[in-house]
């Protein structure tokens, strides 16, 4: 009978804690631990010390965490209730609307030059550098990742799937310096993608990129009057 007291009184004065434990449940007093464990109640004056009945600590899950770029910011775009960061690590960041990091993931082997996040799909479009394939081909090459299909790379990153990968110089389109860049959404899933160039050319892909079913032009600004070189292309619009 006196047990049964001491044992109601303890009870009644554990008032600090209840969580799940395993297959228990732990209440934790004041200098003072319990268990209770198939409606048995059993007290450990000295917690460290060894108990069969004794559940181990909750060990904390690990996390994971999005891939942080390290490189310099070399573009940015928004959309979406997002901010897409490209660097030149290669890597993409993603912040949300409280300019936290989403998730990262490395879009490019080199360097991000480019990028646009699309407003009418969850798509992102980046122009970058990659490692050449053969001394013939270019290594910049753009890419389209839908941000509605991530691919789990382990536990502790994310990489959107990519959609298709396109050269943007080829032999009919030679190879210069890219100082601009955009993209209009058409009707879906068409996109024209307008590419200036330092050589007064604008290099552009219509059509549906991510089934290859393009069609590549070109245009190119007139020539300064007084007989000068043709100016880089700087700024694009539509």
């Known amino acids: 009978m006196h047990a049964a007291r001491r044992r109601d009184g303890l009870i009644a004065r554990l008032t600090v804690l209840i969580r799940h434990h395993g297959s228990g449940l732990a209440l934790v007093p004041a200098g003072r631990l319990c268990f209770v464990i198939a409606e048995e109640v059993v007290y450990a004056d000295d917690p460290p010390r060894s108990h069969p009945l004794l559940l181990p600590p909750v060990q904390p899950r690990a996390q994971s965490h999005p891939h942080r770029p390290a490189g310099a910011v070399t573009y940015c775009s928004g959309g979406r209730g997002r901010v897409a960061v490209g660097c030149d690590d290669g890597t993409v960041g993603l912040l949300d609307r409280g300019f936290r990091l989403s998730y990262g993931f490395q879009a490019h082997a080199s360097s991000v030059l480019f990028l646009q996040q699309l407003k009418q799909r969850n798509v992102l479009v980046t122009v970058g550098d990659d490692d050449q394939s053969s001394l013939q081909s270019s290594a910049i090459c753009l890419k389209v990742f839908d941000l509605d299909k991530v691919q789990e790379e382990g536990s502790s990153t994310t990489t959107p799937f990519c959609v298709q990968i396109l050269r943007v110089f080829t032999d009919h389109f030679p190879q210069a310096k890219i100082t601009s ?41 007139e020539a300064a009057s007084n007989g000068s070189t043709s100016l880089p292309i700087t700024g694009l619009g539509f």
Do not use: H, S, W
Request: aromatic share 10%; charged share 20%.
């Open 181 to 221: 860049f955009m993209v209009l959404e058409e009707a879906p899933p068409i996109l024209l993608i307008a590419i200036g160039l330092d050589n007064g050319f604008i290099y552009c892909i219509k059509g549906d990129i991510a089934r290859e079913c393009i069609t590549r032009f070109k245009l190119q600004v």
